[in-house]
């Protein structure tokens, strides 16, 4: 909590990937307009001006350093009030989203709007009911996991996850409802629950929010498909219920796609081209392995440090020192997870392996979207790709993780020992983030 305030009330307006357009998105349906539309080249919708007029008033800084907040951006918007005149504004890349990842945020806004609070204490309120939400998801998640509840909670709070739960995008609810699947798929198994009834109703519901935002998300209903995973009272691996449940989970998430995606959607222009691009790996099929070479030597240290943390419109990153220490933190937790003693667990090592896959296809899917739809045809290199769109998925690192059998001395207590230990680094990192948070904040956004 004093982390994510701190990021609601330090951090300007506006200061995180495509806040304006998130908050726009959010304003649009708060009035009742569940669905974008395509105008003049663009898409998005009708928004209140004294909004557009808030949001290009620190436009300039995104991703300038020497541009900071000033006494006199913050004058000129401070007063600015609901009711003024509703004009057409573009938000392409959000106006595609389904309506239902933004209810809380556009409630924010019904109640800002209700209540005659300014634009500017409406879109911090935004920010706190989405800090609020992702807090319960988060804590609800961490209550149900078992070994993965480390990873989860060095991912929770890692300072690119406060900087999206402090801020007004759907992420907010997405990122830490994969991680509450992923909890209640790990506790199914381990305490050998039958997913019936109403869970299944919540795997499928849950899977679908988050795949019809993110599609490869999607790839969470192949935990489906895990042997441990008990889909009816009798023995037998009921297949046909697992593919039931992973179709209509499936259905119900292109429907979502193709409601809202279909009125605001924006073929990309030149030099991209979805068809081109398609067309050129078919002549070149052997094209895919240089792609992911080249791509990955090019932004393989990009992916790490936007994954634990670069502020800001990715411009403002943190020290050497910090990026080292959440490294340890991580491999810390995952060693931990091995180290656990969960007598109701009895997949083998091997089988556990086969928890890497949703991972695997959610990165590859991740990679394949936007090396069609935003990198230039034939380029080398895939664009786009941030070390966060990788993280609602790694929890399942933990699970996967094979048991260590360890004795240290021949004593039981020392590996307890080694696992509390390890699991205290885990528990300290936050406390190194916040304080880098804060003084990177500070002199990014403020100091001269």
Known sequence: MPFGLFMVFATPPFQTPDAANHFYRAIQISEGQWRGYRFDGTSG????????KFATTYEPMEARATIKASRAMAESVQQLR????????????????????????????AVGRAL???VWNTYR?????????????????LGVARKSSRLIFFLALLPTSMMISASVSQEVVMIPLCFLV??????????QKVLQGRWRWFFGAAVAVCASARPPYGALALLLFYPELKVKQHKGYGGWMRIGIAVATGAVSLIAMKVFQSPAWLPPGPPRSVSAQLNFLLQHPAAVMKIASETWHVNASFYFTSFIGVLGWLDTPLSRGFYMAAGVACAAGLIAS???????????????????????????????????????????????????YLTALIPLLALAMPKLKLTLGGDSKGVALLRQLLTVVVLAL???????????????????
Request: with cysteine.
């Open 125 to 141: 309120l935004t920010c706190l009911v989405g800090l609020l939400v992702s807090m319960v998801l988060t804590a609800w998640a």
């Open 45 to 52: 919708g009708r928004v209140d001006a004294n909004a557009v």
């Open 338 to 388: 091995s180290l656990d003693r969960d007598p109701l667990d009895r997949a083998s090592n091997m089988r556990r392996l086969m928890l890497v896959l949703p991972m695997l296809i959610c990165f590859a899917l991740t990679f394949a979207a936007l090396y069609l739809t935003w990198t230039p045809v034939g380029q080398w290199v895939v664009e786009g790709v941030q070390g966060r």
């Open 430 to 448: 936050p406390l190194y983030a916040f304080q880098q948070a804060v003084t990177t904040v500070i002199d990014r956004f403020y100091l001269q």
């Open 182 to 191: 992923i909890a209640y798929f790990e506790r199914f198994v381990a305490l």
């Open 116 to 118: 005659h609070m300014t």
């Open 82 to 109: 609901w009711g003024g005149e509703l004009i057409d504004a573009g938000f392409p890349n959000t106006a595609i989203y389904p309506a239902f990842t933004y209810l809380p945020q556009a409630l924010a806004v």
